[in-house]
């Protein structure tokens, strides 16, 4: 079977034009995980908020939606995980599972999964479902996130949304942007090849 086939065939993601084996997985998982932690290095503090502009939110959308649900979920457990056993790849170079932010890292997971799916449904292939399925993740994110910040801070939900949602609203725009050029001008690029 040629590249091109598997570029085209219905329910693929972007890893999966790499041949299939084990290791291939697991590589796309440990390398999913590391950009993520490598991304959170890239970290902007917000005054009054206990929560910084990262670019780990758009390193977990990416992973998700080229890897699919099963490796992006996988990819983003193990950052969790390892971050919160004490490796320092948090946001800002922090680690563990208490701080005011890691509800962000935990609905990272569960919207790199989500979007994963929506890729292998099609939603990476095109600017608008692209940027559907990028909304629809960093809803998810806050979903899980803000309410975390809300019990691990005291902070009422006026506050927490006020803190931990609305200074990201402009930045997460600029990445579905991002995204909705990159994934689908992939596809085209790769299909072109074929």
């Not at 005291?154 to 725009?173: C, E, N, Q, R, Y």
């Amino acid at each position: 079977m040629s590249t091109a086939s598997v570029s085209f065939r219905p329910g693929a993601v972007l890893a999966d034009l790499l041949p299939a084996s084990r290791v291939r997985d697991i590589a796309l998982v440990v390398g999913g995980a590391a950009l993520t932690g490598l991304a959170a290095q890239i970290s902007v503090p917000v005054p009054g908020s206990p929560v910084p502009v990262t670019g780990q939110t758009f390193a977990a959308l990416l992973v998700g939606t080229a890897f699919g649900a099963r490796r992006g979920f996988l990819a983003l457990a193990l950052y969790a995980l390892v971050g919160a056993a004490g490796v320092p790849w948090f946001a800002g170079g922090t680690s563990g599972a208490g701080g005011a932010s890691f509800g962000y890292v935990l609905g990272m997971l569960l919207a790199a999964t989500v979007v994963g799916a929506l890729a292998r449904r099609g939603a990476d292939r095109s600017v608008l479902r692209t940027a559907g399925a990028m909304v629809l993740g960093s809803a998810l994110i806050y979903a899980v996130g803000v309410p975390y910040l809300m019990g691990a801070t005291g902070m009422s939900l006026s506050a927490a949304v006020a803190a931990g949602l609305t200074p990201f609203l402009i930045g997460d725009a600029l990445k579905a942007a991002l995204a909705m050029g990159v994934l689908p001008a992939a596809w085209k690029l790769l299909g072109s090849r074929g």
